[in-house]
Structure formats: C-alpha cells, structure tokens
C-alpha cells in the first residue's frame, strides 16, 4: 500500500469535538451552526443556489424556543426538500427572546428516511454579515463534497414601527 491515509470521516471528528465545529484543510466545518434569533425577528429567507439530485438534499431548521412557519403549517422545525421545496422560501419566526435557530443539512436515504450527521455531512458557514449567511453541505455518502446543496440564509427583524427590515 501507498500513499497518505484517506481523511477521517467527518462524522468521527464531531463525535471527538463533542459536534463541535471542527477545522480541516483550514476551513471550519460545523454539523450544525446556530443563528441567535429572539422576538424581534419575524422572518427567514432561504434561497437554494446549487445541489446535487442524488441523494435528495434538504435542509433542516430548528428553533429552540419558538415556532416556524410554511404554508400555513407551524412548528418547531421543519425540513425544506430540494425535489419540492422552490428556490426561494420565507420561513416566519415567532421566536421567544434568546432562542436559537439551529441549520443542518440532510438527505434521503435509500429507504426514504431523513439521514443526517452520518459519514462525511458537514457543512460550511460564511457570514456574509450580521443575519446574512451562505452555506455549503457535503451529504455523508462519498467522499466530503462541500457543493451537494448551497444556500443563502437572510434574518429578517422587525423595526420599532412594525416594518421589517433584512439586515
């Protein structure tokens, strides 16, 4: 045999970090990122840039205390499908104050489970400034690929006079 070891897989790096972030190739990856949010934030806009079709991608949000709203439906959390969800959603926020809205990614299994946290899943958070921030996943099957769904994410908070404004 020769040649250097394949990478460790990601899922073994967050059980030793405890599923804290964990550095590789000198970018951070997180399982999940959490987004303070609180009772002046109204909205969320996710737009979807790029993902692969196999396996289906999603991604999922969850609020810690609090409730999200699609279509009518709310929740605590909810999973945005790439083979149904549009480009575009707006997610409503009826947040309690110094709640956390926490984003991962996932997939579709063989068997049609939600999968997630297994293997090489991660994902990649640049903060384009305060509220605004893009994402890059990498599904667990394979090898880590950091463009199996990409995604831009907008806090929208309300103003004093009830306008909301995205930061």
């Known amino acids: 045999m020769n040649g250097a070891a394949a990478p460790r897989k990601l899922d073994?790096?967050?059980?030793?970090?405890?599923?804290?972030a964990v550095?590789?190739?000198?970018?951070?990856?997180?399982?999940?990122?959490?987004?303070?949010?609180?009772?002046?934030?109204s909205k969320i806009r996710l737009e979807f840039a790029d993902f692969i079709d196999e396996p289906v991608q999603g991604v999922c949000l969850q609020i810690d205390e609090g409730a999200l709203s699609v279509e009518g439906r709310s929740d605590p959390g909810l999973v945005l499908w790439m083979d149904s969800a549009p480009s575009g959603v707006d997610v409503g926020v009826n947040a309690e104050k110094g709640s956390t809205l926490q984003v991962w990614n996932c997939w579709?299994?063989?068997?049609?489970?939600?999968?997630?946290?297994?293997?090489?899943?991660?994902?990649?958070?640049?903060?384009?400034?305060?509220?605004?921030y893009k994402f890059s996943c990498s599904s667990g099957t394979g090898e880590t690929f950091f463009g199996s769904v990409q995604f831009a994410l907008r806090v929208g908070k309300m103003v004093g006079n009830g306008e909301e404004i995205t930061q």
């Open 108 to 132: 579709r299994g063989k068997f049609g489970e939600l999968a997630a946290w297994l293997g090489n899943a991660g994902m990649i958070c640049d903060v384009v400034r305060e509220g605004e």
């Open 12 to 20: 073994e790096l967050f059980q030793e970090s405890g599923g804290c």
């Open 23 to 41: 550095e590789r190739d000198g970018e951070m990856i997180h399982m999940a990122y959490q987004i303070p949010v609180g009772v002046e934030t």
